[in-house]
T-cell receptor
Framework: ETGVTQSPTHLIKTRGQQVTLRCSSQ?????VSWYQQALGQGPQFIFQ???????GRGNFPPRFSGLQFPNYSSELNVNALELDDSALYLC?????????????FGPGTRLTVT | ELKVEQNPLFLSMQEEKNYTIYCNYS?????LYWYRQDPGKSLESLFV?????AVKQEGRLMASLDTKARLSTLHITAAVHDLSATYFC?????????FGAGTRLTVKP
């Protein structure tokens, strides 16, 4: 059973640019959730994708968007980057077909916006 | 609005001592999760608690859930240095996972 992977591991962007982060879900999982974790804080829920549809969204502006592909991998896109977008971005995969909804987290992508 | 509050936020313990981290939440959800995070690392799942009265133990950690009080506890028994990390509780409601602010645990000799 392969784990959750994310790419890239680190990224530096300039304010106003756009970024795409990628996540491969764990084998057998059909749900991917994305989180933003600022330094010293708990993860903040961005959105969740289930079977290629957005299935829930946190309090993030529309410039945060995502996709889920038929193989259940996912992308997080952030447009018009702001300095406050600097954070660790975590994706987590799970299976909504299982009662526990337990999520398995990837290693994260550290985004720095200058 | 779903709120999750942890306390304490910082905890410095001596080895071999016992302590408890508390997680209060505002929803009626009965899905409560505990995670561990080491500095610069991702989150590691510790426990999933799915019903009132659920208790789970792994090594020196034991988690419990009281859905009526909307309270979960993470009890640490005879702490050792390897337990130093940040511990998060999280509650899942309607496809929205909310995390507490985390408890930064330091175990000192």
């Amino acid at each position: 059973e392969t784990g959750v992977t994310q790419s890239p591991t680190h990224l530096i962007k300039t304010r106003g640019q756009q970024v795409t982060l990628r996540c491969s879900s764990q084998s057998g999982h059909n749900t991917v959730s994305w989180y933003q974790q600022a330094l010293g804080q708990g993860p903040q829920f961005i959105f969740q994708y289930y079977r290629e549809e957005e299935n829930g969204r946190g309090n993030f502006p529309p410039r945060f968007s995502g996709l889920q592909f038929p193989n259940y991998s996912s992308e997080l896109n952030v447009n018009a980057l702001e300095l406050d977008d600097s954070a660790l971005y975590l994706c987590a995969s799970s299976s909504r077909d299982r009662v526990t909804y337990e999520q398995y987290f990837g290693p994260g992508t550290r985004l720095t916006v200058t | 609005e779903l709120k999750v509050e942890q306390n304490p936020l910082f905890l410095s313990m001596q080895e071999e001592k016992n302590y408890t981290i508390y997680c209060n939440y505002s929803t009626t959800s009965d899905r409560l999760y505990w995670y561990r995070q080491d500095p610069g690392k991702s989150l590691e799942s510790l426990f999933v608690l799915l019903s009132n009265g659920a208790v789970k133990q792994e090594g020196r950690l034991m988690a419990s859930l009281d859905t009526k009080a909307r309270l979960s506890t993470l009890h640490i028994t005879a702490a050792v240095h390897d337990l130093s990390a940040t511990y998060f509780c999280a509650v899942d409601e309607d496809n929205d996972m909310r995390f507490g602010a985390g408890t930064r645990l330091t175990v000192k000799p």
